[in-house]
């Protein structure tokens, strides 16, 4: 389900793949057809900036992890507002308005882990994936940043301009979603806990985790706080 009537209402039915392996419906809300938010939404032809040094910004996001009241640490994420200043922009406006405090993450792979919808702090797993922000959808930023281990990539629907408010960190080189996902940041601490995070035990047939893996918070801290 959309906040955004305008995206929900150009939003079409989609049976997404997983990209190494596994299969996921796209899942409707109401009399809407929504669509799931991946990093596996299919190539896309867009403006792919090349060459940029990506350039961290003064304030770093950190990244308040835990499951059943266990914490599972913090990731820390410098960002990248010369490689995509719109994404960065909106991840930071969220953040400071708290809208990632109790979101899950809804999707955890052995190269991927995947939050940001605020539909994962309902009951319902079916819908995950398929929430975004109050705000409007944002215009793809492509750029020639590899997605390697630890990089951040903004998910999105098939239609390329449709970042919004879900997240992705990339635990191992995935080359095939190059120029093709929103890269906005890296992580730069806890790439550890990213990938014990990979590993939690999931639904039967899923790729969502059971229990929940929560975001207890994200803040914004000096980025020369960290090393």
């Known amino acids: 389900m959309s906040n955004n009537p305008s995206a929900r209402a150009r939003k079409q039915t989609l049976a997404t793949t997983l990209g190494l ?12 057809q929504t669509q799931t938010r991946d990093y596996d939404a299919g190539a896309k032809n867009a403006n792919v900036r090349r060459g940029v ?18 914490s599972y640490g913090r990731i820390v994420i410098e ?22 405090n109790g979101v899950a993450f809804h ?27 109050p705000y409007p959808d944002l215009p793809a930023e492509f750029s020639d940043i590899e997605y390697e281990p630890g990089v951040v990539g903004a998910a999105r629907t098939n239609d390329p ?7 992705f960190i990339t635990l191992a080189p995935t ?19 990213a990938r014990i995070i990979s590993g939690a035990p999931t639904r ?11 975001i207890k918070s994200v803040t914004l801290q000096p980025r020369a706080n960290f090393k």
């Open 21 to 32: 392996v596994l299969a996921l419906s796209a899942a409707a809300c109401g009399g809407d």
């Open 53 to 70: 040094k990506p350039e961290p910004d003064a304030e770093a996001a950190v990244i308040e992890v835990e499951s059943g009241g266990v």
């Open 79 to 100: 960002l990248y507002p010369n490689v995509a200043p719109k994404m960065v922009e909106r991840f930071k406006t969220l953040a400071r308005e708290g809208f990632y």
């Open 107 to 133: 999707r955890v792979e052995r190269n991927v882990i995947q939050g940001g919808d605020p539909l994962s702090k309902d009951g319902d797993p079916a819908n995950d994936g398929t929430g975004d922000s």
């Open 161 to 167: 301009n449709s970042a919004n408010s879900q997240f």
């Open 175 to 193: 080359p095939q979603w190059n120029n093709q996902y929103t890269v906005f940041g890296r992580v730069i601490e806890g790439l550890t806990q």
């Open 204 to 214: 039967p047939g899923t790729v969502n985790p059971d229990p929940k893996i929560v």
